[in-house]
């Protein structure tokens, strides 16, 4: 196990080997759960003799059993693959949690179930804090490079004209 250390550390990564023999497995696993291990290797008396190894990720919860050789390639796969998944649930999260808005009384609707609200702004602090006391929303983004917002359009409070939308929300 301290070879496949060894050989992640060299490409890189951080890698804790947990040998406290005063807890049993489940405390353990729980406890690096907790601080966000993505990829978690087991081994037992049975894995060492069968020259395997427990592989645990924290995004599916699947477990499955590796063979200790060439062990370090196929983390570092499964590193890069726990990333683009763990990125692509929070982009589709993010995307399903925005709801374009184009007026006033749809705004005042919208927040009241929770998420972003894409709309018109003009611009000012005033229209803003004048926002946030009627509806407790600020604004959490100013998008700078998507092309769903750079339209021209009118303010959903004032009515004056608005060269971008910008992304409101409540915090909790």
């Known amino acids: 196990m301290y070879e496949v250390k060894k050989a992640l550390e060299a490409k890189g990564h951080s890698v804790e080997i947990d040998d406290r023999d005063t807890l049993r497995p489940g405390f353990k696993f729980a406890e690096w759960e907790l601080k966000g ?22 995004d599916t919860l699947e477990k499955i059993s590796e063979p ?6 196929r983390i570092i796969g499964l590193l890069e693959d726990i990333q683009k998944n763990i990125y692509n649930k929070a982009l589709a999260f993010r995307d ?46 100013i998008p700078v490079d998507s092309a769903l917002c750079f339209e021209e359009g009118k303010c959903i409070y004032t009515g004056k004209p608005s060269h971008q939308r910008v992304l409101f929300a409540r915090s909790y």
């Open 96 to 141: 399903a949690s925005i709801r374009k808005v184009d007026t006033w009384e749809e705004f005042k609707e919208e927040i009241e179930k929770g998420g972003f609200l894409l709309c018109h702004w003009d611009g000012t602090a005033e229209t803003e804090a004048k926002i946030q006391e009627e509806t407790k929303a600020t604004i959490r983004c």
């Open 68 to 73: 200790i050789e060439g062990l370090e390639d």
């Open 37 to 58: 291990v993505p990829v978690r290797l087991a081994m037992g008396p049975r894995d060492l003799q069968n020259g395997t190894v427990e592989v645990a990720r924290r």
